[in-house]
């Protein structure tokens, strides 16, 4: 399995990650708790899709000069249609961050440094499944089989599943922590945890913590084998999902209060699933093109929001 990525391009790649991470962490609230509003979230959202552009048409521009226009476009399209299928199943993640800061009633000001660890754990994560996944490739073919047949079955369950919320409160690893650590009542803060009487305490913002970072590993597992339908290149694989990651923040801060209008698009995220499983799986007969997969993927998206649109558009929201 081949790849584009010479060491120096993966060097300036975690570099740049570092240095974002770093701006965002700053940008995004600082060290004071504050709630970060909408206008803000849409302009660091729209900051994270144009460097990504910016880099894809880098990458492009660089390929052309060095390997071919042909493989400049070739992975200039694997990565588009990469980051926008990771970024759009990002978007379930931020579905479940709702009913996990709804559930413990964290106050909007407090969220952004759970939700900064969170994507920080997300990235590790992800960079660690992406290298496995790129091995079990390379190593074992048929595993592409596999990764297409557990994403037709996430994707149904996803459809069977859309509209059931889970009880946080019978959450087995909740459970587990509330059984043996000492949770606080209250909030302290951002702090995770605090001393009394020199025993050491966890907030409910732990727990919190715990479940994000937890939501994070639970959707690596359906994303990561996504997009090794559209490449098996790990350089594309790694910078688009790591792209889509980076501006998960923004994101959730965008679409917070507006979550409710688009409730349908959990069907649409389904329907994405199964359509990549299924394009694994008749790969052997049939390649589909990838300008065809992010086509069939863009459709399924825009109509989703569309029919949410339309079908919650005389919803108000719940603060009002």
Do not use: C
């Amino acid at each position: 399995m081949s790849s584009i990525g010479e060491p120096w391009m993966w060097a300036a790649f975690i570099a740049f990650v570092v240095a974002m991470i770093v701006v965002d962490m700053f940008a995004l609230g600082g060290n004071k708790p504050r709630k970060v509003g909408v206008k803000e979230a849409a302009a660091w959202s729209a900051l994270w899709f144009g460097l990504a552009l910016a880099f894809n048409a880098l990458l492009w521009w660089y390929l052309d000069g060095n390997v071919g226009r042909e493989i400049a476009n070739q992975k200039a399209m694997e990565f588009l249609t990469g980051y926008v299928i990771e970024k759009s199943l990002s978007v379930d993640n931020i579905f479940v961050f709702l009913l996990v800061f709804g559930y413990f009633a964290v106050p909007p000001e407090y969220q952004r440094r759970v939700l900064l660890y969170g994507v920080l754990g997300a990235i590790v994560m992800r960079a660690i499944m992406i290298l496995a996944g790129a091995w079990l490739v390379r190593e074992f073919s048929w595993v592409l089989y596999l990764f297409g047949a557990f994403l037709v079955v996430t994707g149904i369950r996803m459809l069977v599943m859309a509209e059931h919320e889970p009880d946080l409160a019978k959450n087995p690893m909740l459970r587990w922590l509330r059984g043996r650590l000492r949770i606080t009542d209250d909030y302290h803060g951002e702090k995770f945890s605090v001393m009394k009487d020199g025993v050491r305490w966890f907030t409910p913002m732990f727990l919190v913590l715990i479940l994000i970072e937890a939501t994070d590993l639970v959707f690596a597992v359906d994303s990561i084998p996504a997009i090794f339908a559209i490449t098996t290149d790990p350089f594309i694989v790694f910078t688009s999902n790591i792209f889509a990651i980076l501006g998960l923040r923004a994101l959730y801060f965008l679409l917070a209060d507006m979550a409710h209008r688009f409730h349908l698009l959990k069907y649409g995220l389904a329907m994405v699933l199964t359509f990549i499983g299924a394009k694994m799986l008749i790969a052997p007969w049939y390649h589909l093109p990838t300008a065809a997969s992010l086509a069939i993927v863009g459709i399924i998206l825009a109509s989703s929001i569309v029919a949410s649109l339309i079908a919650t558009r005389s919803d108000k929201p719940e603060n009002q």
